[in-house]
Protein backbone atom coordinates (compact mmCIF):
# COMPACT_ATOMS: atom_id res chain seq x y z
CA UNK A 1 0.00 0.00 0.00
CA UNK A 2 1.28 3.57 -0.49
CA UNK A 3 -0.16 6.56 0.86
CA UNK A 4 1.15 9.84 -0.93
CA UNK A 5 -0.16 13.65 0.92
CA UNK A 6 1.00 17.17 1.02
CA UNK A 7 -0.10 17.53 -2.53
CA UNK A 8 -0.16 21.18 -3.45
CA UNK A 9 -1.95 20.67 -6.77
CA UNK A 10 -3.23 16.86 -8.16
CA UNK A 11 -4.47 17.10 -11.25
CA UNK A 12 -6.92 14.14 -11.35
CA UNK A 13 -8.59 14.65 -15.03
CA UNK A 14 -11.60 13.67 -13.60
CA UNK A 15 -13.71 17.19 -13.12
CA UNK A 16 -16.36 15.48 -10.63
CA UNK A 17 -13.22 15.08 -8.44
CA UNK A 18 -11.81 18.54 -8.11
CA UNK A 19 -12.16 21.95 -10.03
CA UNK A 20 -11.71 22.58 -13.88
CA UNK A 21 -11.57 20.29 -17.03
CA UNK A 22 -8.61 18.44 -15.06
CA UNK A 23 -10.22 18.25 -11.82
CA UNK A 24 -7.68 19.79 -9.52
CA UNK A 25 -7.53 19.22 -6.13
CA UNK A 26 -5.54 21.19 -3.73
CA UNK A 27 -3.75 19.97 -0.78
CA UNK A 28 -4.36 16.64 -1.82
CA UNK A 29 -3.61 12.77 -1.36
CA UNK A 30 -3.75 9.63 -3.13
CA UNK A 31 -3.67 5.99 -1.52
CA UNK A 32 -3.26 3.04 -3.66
CA UNK A 33 -4.25 -0.71 -2.48
CA UNK A 34 -1.68 -3.50 -2.29
CA UNK A 35 -3.66 -4.46 -6.15
CA UNK A 36 -1.49 -1.35 -7.63
CA UNK A 37 -4.91 0.33 -8.29
CA UNK A 38 -5.91 3.75 -6.50
CA UNK A 39 -8.37 3.32 -3.35
CA UNK A 40 -8.53 7.04 -2.42
CA UNK A 41 -8.69 10.20 -3.62
CA UNK A 42 -9.02 13.33 -1.75
CA UNK A 43 -8.28 15.84 0.89
CA UNK A 44 -4.76 15.53 2.55
CA UNK A 45 -6.09 16.41 6.22
CA UNK A 46 -8.31 13.07 5.73
CA UNK A 47 -5.47 10.64 4.40
CA UNK A 48 -5.12 9.38 7.69
CA UNK A 49 -8.62 7.61 7.79
CA UNK A 50 -8.39 6.00 4.49
CA UNK A 51 -5.06 4.15 4.82
CA UNK A 52 -3.01 2.19 7.89
CA UNK A 53 0.04 2.78 6.20
CA UNK A 54 2.65 6.29 7.17
CA UNK A 55 1.64 8.60 4.27
CA UNK A 56 4.47 9.93 2.48
CA UNK A 57 4.57 14.14 2.27
CA UNK A 58 5.50 15.41 -1.37
CA UNK A 59 5.89 19.18 0.44
CA UNK A 60 3.54 21.02 -1.68
CA UNK A 61 4.89 19.50 -5.27
CA UNK A 62 2.41 19.06 -7.84
CA UNK A 63 1.63 15.42 -8.90
CA UNK A 64 -0.33 14.52 -12.39
CA UNK A 65 -1.28 11.33 -13.79
CA UNK A 66 1.78 9.28 -15.68
CA UNK A 67 2.04 10.08 -19.15
CA UNK A 68 0.39 8.07 -21.81
CA UNK A 69 2.69 7.74 -24.55
CA UNK A 70 0.65 5.86 -27.35
CA UNK A 71 3.08 5.78 -30.26
CA UNK A 72 6.61 4.96 -30.64
CA UNK A 73 8.91 2.72 -32.04
CA UNK A 74 11.26 1.27 -29.59
CA UNK A 75 12.64 -1.53 -31.43
CA UNK A 76 15.73 -0.82 -33.60
CA UNK A 77 19.56 -0.62 -34.03
CA UNK A 78 21.78 1.64 -34.25
CA UNK A 79 20.74 5.65 -34.67
CA UNK A 80 20.89 8.25 -37.74
CA UNK A 81 23.02 10.78 -36.52
CA UNK A 82 24.41 12.21 -39.71
CA UNK A 83 20.96 11.85 -41.20
CA UNK A 84 19.91 14.26 -38.68
CA UNK A 85 23.20 16.52 -38.78
CA UNK A 86 22.59 16.65 -42.88
CA UNK A 87 19.25 17.56 -41.77
CA UNK A 88 19.90 20.75 -40.45
CA UNK A 89 22.40 21.13 -43.16
CA UNK A 90 19.52 21.60 -44.96
CA UNK A 91 18.23 18.37 -46.48
CA UNK A 92 14.94 17.14 -46.07
CA UNK A 93 13.19 14.43 -44.34
CA UNK A 94 12.53 11.33 -46.13
CA UNK A 95 10.36 8.11 -45.41
CA UNK A 96 13.33 6.07 -47.03
CA UNK A 97 15.95 6.96 -44.28
CA UNK A 98 13.62 3.82 -42.10
CA UNK A 99 15.54 1.21 -44.72
CA UNK A 100 19.42 1.98 -42.94
CA UNK A 101 17.90 1.44 -39.74
CA UNK A 102 16.21 -1.90 -41.07
CA UNK A 103 19.85 -2.54 -41.98
CA UNK A 104 21.30 -2.10 -38.51
CA UNK A 105 17.52 -3.79 -37.10
CA UNK A 106 18.35 -7.03 -39.08
CA UNK A 107 21.79 -7.26 -37.96
CA UNK A 108 21.63 -7.29 -34.48
CA UNK A 109 20.87 -10.04 -32.35
CA UNK A 110 17.24 -10.28 -29.94
CA UNK A 111 19.70 -9.46 -26.67
CA UNK A 112 20.94 -6.15 -28.47
CA UNK A 113 17.56 -5.03 -29.55
CA UNK A 114 15.73 -6.02 -26.42
CA UNK A 115 18.72 -4.26 -24.63
CA UNK A 116 18.10 -1.06 -26.74
CA UNK A 117 14.07 -0.99 -26.38
CA UNK A 118 14.74 -1.51 -21.99
CA UNK A 119 17.28 1.71 -22.37
CA UNK A 120 14.54 3.83 -24.18
CA UNK A 121 11.56 2.56 -22.33
CA UNK A 122 13.05 3.13 -19.23
CA UNK A 123 14.68 6.54 -19.89
CA UNK A 124 10.88 7.87 -20.76
CA UNK A 125 9.81 6.10 -17.36
CA UNK A 126 12.27 8.03 -15.50
CA UNK A 127 10.48 11.06 -17.29
CA UNK A 128 7.04 10.34 -16.65
CA UNK A 129 5.55 8.06 -18.86
CA UNK A 130 4.20 4.45 -17.01
CA UNK A 131 2.43 3.60 -20.11
CA UNK A 132 3.78 3.02 -23.85
CA UNK A 133 2.90 1.94 -27.36
CA UNK A 134 5.84 0.09 -29.19
CA UNK A 135 5.70 -0.60 -32.70
CA UNK A 136 7.65 -3.41 -35.06
CA UNK A 137 8.48 -1.98 -38.48
CA UNK A 138 12.38 -2.12 -38.56
CA UNK A 139 12.04 -5.63 -39.25
CA UNK A 140 10.39 -5.73 -42.69
CA UNK A 141 10.64 -9.40 -43.28
CA UNK A 142 8.89 -11.86 -41.42
CA UNK A 143 11.55 -13.32 -38.90
CA UNK A 144 12.71 -9.72 -37.77
CA UNK A 145 8.95 -8.18 -37.43
CA UNK A 146 8.48 -11.14 -35.45
CA UNK A 147 11.49 -10.82 -33.41
CA UNK A 148 10.96 -7.22 -33.16
CA UNK A 149 7.56 -8.14 -31.83
CA UNK A 150 8.33 -10.35 -29.21
CA UNK A 151 11.44 -7.29 -28.20
CA UNK A 152 8.51 -4.96 -28.09
CA UNK A 153 6.66 -7.68 -25.64
CA UNK A 154 9.37 -7.18 -23.47
CA UNK A 155 8.63 -4.03 -22.42
CA UNK A 156 4.92 -3.13 -22.86
CA UNK A 157 1.84 -4.99 -23.43
CA UNK A 158 0.71 -2.32 -26.08
CA UNK A 159 2.58 -4.07 -28.84
CA UNK A 160 1.90 -2.73 -32.55
CA UNK A 161 2.49 -4.98 -35.96
CA UNK A 162 3.76 -2.07 -38.38
CA UNK A 163 5.28 -4.48 -41.00
CA UNK A 164 3.73 -1.61 -43.60
CA UNK A 165 6.27 0.82 -42.72
CA UNK A 166 7.91 0.98 -45.85
CA UNK A 167 8.14 -1.26 -48.71
CA UNK A 168 11.79 -2.94 -48.07
CA UNK A 169 14.78 -2.66 -50.42
CA UNK A 170 14.12 -4.98 -53.99
CA UNK A 171 11.06 -5.91 -53.06
CA UNK A 172 8.16 -5.35 -54.97
CA UNK A 173 5.24 -3.59 -53.51
CA UNK A 174 2.10 -5.36 -54.34
CA UNK A 175 3.61 -8.77 -53.27
CA UNK A 176 5.08 -7.06 -50.05
CA UNK A 177 1.56 -6.37 -49.15
CA UNK A 178 -0.10 -9.94 -49.50
CA UNK A 179 3.22 -10.78 -47.43
CA UNK A 180 2.43 -8.57 -44.76
CA UNK A 181 -1.26 -9.78 -44.89
CA UNK A 182 -0.09 -13.46 -44.72
CA UNK A 183 2.55 -14.88 -43.46
CA UNK A 184 3.87 -12.36 -41.31
CA UNK A 185 0.65 -11.26 -40.18
CA UNK A 186 0.22 -14.70 -38.92
CA UNK A 187 3.54 -14.49 -37.55
CA UNK A 188 3.27 -11.37 -35.76
CA UNK A 189 -0.29 -11.38 -34.68
CA UNK A 190 0.21 -13.62 -31.08
CA UNK A 191 2.61 -10.73 -29.99
CA UNK A 192 0.58 -7.97 -30.94
CA UNK A 193 -2.33 -6.18 -29.87
CA UNK A 194 -2.41 -3.28 -32.39
CA UNK A 195 -1.87 -3.14 -36.39
CA UNK A 196 -0.61 0.12 -38.21
CA UNK A 197 0.25 1.56 -41.41
CA UNK A 198 2.32 4.17 -42.69
CA UNK A 199 -0.30 5.74 -45.23
CA UNK A 200 2.07 8.62 -47.04
CA UNK A 201 4.34 9.27 -49.51
CA UNK A 202 7.09 6.72 -50.27
CA UNK A 203 5.24 4.72 -47.84
CA UNK A 204 1.83 2.89 -48.77
CA UNK A 205 -1.22 4.25 -50.07
CA UNK A 206 -4.83 4.45 -49.22
CA UNK A 207 -5.81 0.89 -50.85
CA UNK A 208 -2.83 -0.28 -49.46
CA UNK A 209 -3.38 0.71 -46.23
CA UNK A 210 -7.03 -0.73 -46.27
CA UNK A 211 -6.28 -4.48 -47.12
CA UNK A 212 -3.73 -4.48 -44.50
CA UNK A 213 -6.01 -2.91 -42.00
CA UNK A 214 -8.75 -5.02 -42.67
CA UNK A 215 -6.24 -8.10 -42.97
CA UNK A 216 -5.25 -7.17 -39.23
CA UNK A 217 -8.59 -6.44 -37.90
CA UNK A 218 -9.94 -10.13 -39.21
CA UNK A 219 -7.25 -11.73 -37.16
CA UNK A 220 -8.27 -9.62 -33.94
CA UNK A 221 -5.85 -6.79 -33.99
CA UNK A 222 -6.81 -3.23 -33.22
CA UNK A 223 -6.22 -0.68 -35.97
CA UNK A 224 -4.51 2.69 -36.22
CA UNK A 225 -2.65 4.77 -38.95
CA UNK A 226 -0.03 6.86 -39.50
CA UNK A 227 -1.69 9.29 -41.63
CA UNK A 228 -0.72 12.75 -43.38
CA UNK A 229 2.40 13.58 -41.89
CA UNK A 230 4.29 13.95 -44.99
CA UNK A 231 1.30 15.41 -47.10
CA UNK A 232 -2.50 16.05 -48.19
CA UNK A 233 -3.90 12.70 -48.25
CA UNK A 234 -6.42 10.10 -48.06
CA UNK A 235 -4.69 8.67 -44.80
CA UNK A 236 -7.10 10.72 -42.27
CA UNK A 237 -10.81 9.65 -44.15
CA UNK A 238 -9.58 6.08 -44.24
CA UNK A 239 -8.44 5.90 -40.59
CA UNK A 240 -12.36 7.68 -39.58
CA UNK A 241 -13.88 5.43 -42.20
CA UNK A 242 -12.55 2.42 -40.82
CA UNK A 243 -13.17 3.39 -36.91
CA UNK A 244 -9.15 2.97 -36.27
CA UNK A 245 -8.32 4.01 -32.21
CA UNK A 246 -5.98 6.89 -33.80
CA UNK A 247 -4.94 8.42 -36.80
CA UNK A 248 -1.54 9.75 -35.84
CA UNK A 249 0.71 12.51 -36.80
CA UNK A 250 -1.91 14.87 -38.91
CA UNK A 251 0.25 17.08 -40.04
CA UNK A 252 -1.32 17.75 -43.16
CA UNK A 253 -5.29 18.36 -42.44
CA UNK A 254 -8.19 19.39 -44.75
CA UNK A 255 -11.29 20.91 -43.70
CA UNK A 256 -13.08 17.98 -44.68
CA UNK A 257 -10.14 15.59 -42.40
CA UNK A 258 -11.50 17.61 -39.69
CA UNK A 259 -15.12 17.48 -40.36
CA UNK A 260 -14.88 13.78 -40.58
CA UNK A 261 -12.64 13.47 -37.23
CA UNK A 262 -15.06 15.50 -35.56
CA UNK A 263 -17.76 13.59 -36.70
CA UNK A 264 -20.55 12.76 -34.50
CA UNK A 265 -20.33 9.34 -34.99
CA UNK A 266 -16.30 9.39 -35.14
CA UNK A 267 -14.14 7.04 -32.69
CA UNK A 268 -10.88 8.05 -33.69
CA UNK A 269 -8.57 9.89 -31.57
CA UNK A 270 -5.99 12.29 -33.67
CA UNK A 271 -2.45 11.78 -31.91
CA UNK A 272 -0.20 14.73 -32.81
CA UNK A 273 3.63 14.30 -32.65
CA UNK A 274 5.11 17.50 -32.21
CA UNK A 275 8.69 16.14 -31.40
CA UNK A 276 8.40 14.81 -35.08
CA UNK A 277 7.78 18.37 -36.57
CA UNK A 278 10.14 19.96 -34.26
CA UNK A 279 13.30 17.42 -35.69
CA UNK A 280 12.29 17.75 -39.14
CA UNK A 281 11.97 21.48 -39.29
CA UNK A 282 8.68 21.10 -40.67
CA UNK A 283 5.34 22.84 -39.69
CA UNK A 284 3.83 22.16 -36.65
CA UNK A 285 0.08 20.80 -36.60
CA UNK A 286 -2.45 22.99 -35.71
CA UNK A 287 -4.07 21.61 -32.37
CA UNK A 288 -6.03 24.62 -31.77
CA UNK A 289 -8.15 23.84 -35.08
CA UNK A 290 -9.14 20.43 -34.17
CA UNK A 291 -9.39 20.84 -30.72
CA UNK A 292 -11.97 23.86 -31.85
CA UNK A 293 -13.49 21.64 -33.88
CA UNK A 294 -14.53 18.89 -31.09
CA UNK A 295 -12.01 16.74 -32.69
CA UNK A 296 -10.06 14.13 -29.62
CA UNK A 297 -6.38 15.06 -29.27
CA UNK A 298 -4.18 12.75 -28.23
CA UNK A 299 0.12 14.11 -27.32
CA UNK A 300 2.91 11.11 -28.10
CA UNK A 301 6.49 11.25 -28.50
CA UNK A 302 7.03 9.01 -32.10
CA UNK A 303 10.74 8.08 -30.40
CA UNK A 304 12.26 6.50 -33.49
CA UNK A 305 15.69 7.45 -34.84
CA UNK A 306 14.99 8.98 -38.04
CA UNK A 307 12.26 11.72 -37.45
CA UNK A 308 11.87 12.00 -33.37
CA UNK A 309 14.83 10.86 -31.23
CA UNK A 310 13.53 11.67 -28.00
CA UNK A 311 10.97 9.83 -25.12
CA UNK A 312 10.48 13.30 -23.41
CA UNK A 313 6.61 13.63 -23.12
CA UNK A 314 7.20 16.71 -20.43
CA UNK A 315 8.46 18.47 -24.13
CA UNK A 316 5.77 17.22 -26.15
CA UNK A 317 3.34 18.94 -23.95
CA UNK A 318 5.61 22.29 -24.12
CA UNK A 319 5.41 22.08 -27.67
CA UNK A 320 1.92 21.61 -27.80
CA UNK A 321 0.87 24.51 -25.74
CA UNK A 322 4.07 26.60 -27.23
CA UNK A 323 3.69 25.46 -30.64
CA UNK A 324 0.66 24.25 -31.40
CA UNK A 325 -1.79 26.16 -29.52
CA UNK A 326 -3.23 23.99 -27.12
CA UNK A 327 -3.64 25.48 -23.32
CA UNK A 328 -1.60 23.97 -20.27
CA UNK A 329 -4.94 21.81 -19.34
CA UNK A 330 -5.33 20.86 -22.86
CA UNK A 331 -1.82 19.21 -23.68
CA UNK A 332 -1.18 18.05 -19.64
CA UNK A 333 -5.21 16.30 -21.01
CA UNK A 334 -3.85 15.05 -24.15
CA UNK A 335 -0.79 13.52 -22.77
CA UNK A 336 -2.46 11.46 -20.25
CA UNK A 337 -5.87 10.67 -20.85
CA UNK A 338 -6.24 11.22 -24.71
CA UNK A 339 -3.19 9.12 -24.92
CA UNK A 340 -5.54 6.92 -22.83
CA UNK A 341 -7.92 7.22 -25.60
CA UNK A 342 -5.95 6.68 -28.49
CA UNK A 343 -5.11 2.92 -26.81
CA UNK A 344 -8.94 2.21 -25.94
CA UNK A 345 -7.69 2.03 -22.30
CA UNK A 346 -9.95 3.08 -19.89
CA UNK A 347 -7.61 2.17 -16.44
CA UNK A 348 -4.87 4.72 -16.92
CA UNK A 349 -4.37 8.14 -17.93
CA UNK A 350 -6.24 9.68 -14.63
CA UNK A 351 -5.53 9.75 -10.81
CA UNK A 352 -9.20 8.06 -9.46
CA UNK A 353 -10.22 5.51 -7.74
CA UNK A 354 -10.46 2.10 -9.26
CA UNK A 355 -7.54 3.44 -12.00
CA UNK A 356 -4.04 1.61 -12.25
CA UNK A 357 -1.82 4.05 -9.64
CA UNK A 358 0.21 5.88 -11.76
CA UNK A 359 1.77 9.46 -11.13
CA UNK A 360 4.50 11.52 -11.40
CA UNK A 361 5.34 14.11 -8.79
CA UNK A 362 6.64 17.64 -10.33
CA UNK A 363 9.70 19.72 -8.84
CA UNK A 364 7.04 22.66 -9.54
CA UNK A 365 3.37 24.30 -7.80
CA UNK A 366 1.18 23.06 -11.06
CA UNK A 367 1.44 21.18 -14.37
CA UNK A 368 1.74 24.34 -16.34
CA UNK A 369 5.25 24.95 -15.70
CA UNK A 370 6.16 21.60 -17.80
CA UNK A 371 5.50 24.24 -20.64
CA UNK A 372 6.25 27.39 -18.66
CA UNK A 373 9.81 25.95 -18.19
CA UNK A 374 10.53 23.96 -21.35
CA UNK A 375 13.59 21.26 -21.30
CA UNK A 376 13.71 21.89 -17.13
CA UNK A 377 13.94 18.17 -15.87
CA UNK A 378 10.54 18.88 -13.01
CA UNK A 379 9.86 15.02 -13.38
CA UNK A 380 11.24 14.27 -9.53
CA UNK A 381 9.29 10.87 -8.90
CA UNK A 382 7.31 8.35 -11.16
CA UNK A 383 4.92 5.69 -9.72
CA UNK A 384 3.87 2.69 -11.13
CA UNK A 385 0.96 0.48 -9.99
CA UNK A 386 1.92 2.09 -6.60
CA UNK A 387 5.64 1.21 -7.10
CA UNK A 388 8.16 3.76 -6.97
CA UNK A 389 9.92 2.95 -9.80
CA UNK A 390 12.54 6.43 -9.74
CA UNK A 391 12.71 9.21 -7.28
CA UNK A 392 11.65 9.60 -4.08
CA UNK A 393 8.30 10.89 -2.14
CA UNK A 394 9.23 11.80 1.28
CA UNK A 395 10.04 15.43 1.20
CA UNK A 396 9.37 15.62 5.27
CA UNK A 397 12.03 16.59 7.54
O1 LIG B 1 6.52 8.07 -37.30
N1 LIG B 1 6.43 8.05 -40.21
C1 LIG B 1 6.90 6.94 -40.18
N2 LIG B 1 7.66 6.44 -39.25
C2 LIG B 1 8.40 7.21 -38.32
C3 LIG B 1 9.72 7.61 -38.85
C4 LIG B 1 10.61 6.50 -38.91
C5 LIG B 1 12.00 6.80 -39.32
O2 LIG B 1 12.29 7.85 -39.98
O3 LIG B 1 12.81 5.93 -38.98
C6 LIG B 1 7.58 8.37 -37.83
O4 LIG B 1 7.94 9.55 -37.93
FE1 LIG C 1 5.63 6.94 -36.04
Known amino acids: MLAIAGIGHLVTN ?22 GLISWVGQSSEVENHTSTRPLDVGGRAVIPGFVDSHTHLVFAGDRASEFAARMAGEPYKAGGIRITMAATRAATNDQLVANARRLASEALASGTTTIEVKSG ?19 DETTFLGAHVVPPDSDADAYVELVCGEMLGKC ?14 AFDVDQARTILMAGAKAGLGTRLHANQLQHGGGIALGVEMGVASC ?29 ELCTRSPFPNARRLID ?34 TCDEALWSATKGGAKALRRSDVGGISPEMRGDLVVLEAASHVH ?18 VMSGQLDFSS
Open 14 to 35: DPSLGDGPLGVIRDAAVVVGDD
Open 293 to 326: AGVTVALASDCNPGSSYTSSMPLVVALGVISMGM
Open 248 to 276: DHCTHVSDRDIEMLAGARATTVATLLPTA
Open 138 to 156: YGLSVVDEARSLEVARAVT
Open 370 to 387: LAYRPGVSLVTAVVRSGK
Open 189 to 202: APHSRWIDVFCDRG
